[in-house]
């Protein structure tokens, strides 16, 4: 499986930025999906992950309300859309997939990894 992110880029505070994530080689209907970020310095961390007909999400506290993931099993691509960023918010966002229905927060348990994308956030 081969996934390519897109979307990154330079925001203000509050502004919103959508991430997408395209998958070749294999169907993604059958593989749950992830995103995680790493800022400078800091350990990589999950941030929000789908399970296989995108009615099961899961998130990170800090950004449960303002994140959102969803899926197109049609189009096999899985999408990021991010509202009120924050400075803190300022990441590489890589997405992930994973053989399973469960949307798993660990990052140990993704089988496959994409590119990351850039996010800055501006105060």
């Known amino acids: 499986v081969q996934l390519q992110a897109s979307g990154g880029g330079l925001v203000q505070a509050g502004g919103s930025l959508r991430l997408s994530c395209a998958a070749s080689g294999r169907t993604l209907s059958r593989l749950t999906m992830g995103w995680f970020r790493q800022a400078p310095g800091k350990e990589r961390e999950f941030v929000a992950a789908?399970?296989?007909?995108?009615?099961?999400?899961r998130y990170a506290d800090s950004v449960k309300g303002r994140f959102t993931i969803s899926r197109d099993n049609a189009k096999n691509t899985v999408s990021l859309q991010m509202n009120s960023l924050k400075p803190e918010d300022t990441a590489v966002y890589s997405c992930?997939?994973?053989?399973?229905?469960?949307?798993?927060?660990?990052?140990?348990?993704?089988?496959?990894w994409g590119q990351g994308t850039l996010v800055t956030v501006s105060s």
């Open positions: 992930a997939v994973r053989d399973g229905s469960i949307p798993s927060s660990r990052d140990q348990e993704y089988d496959y």
């Open positions: 789908v399970g296989l007909s995108g009615g099961l999400t």
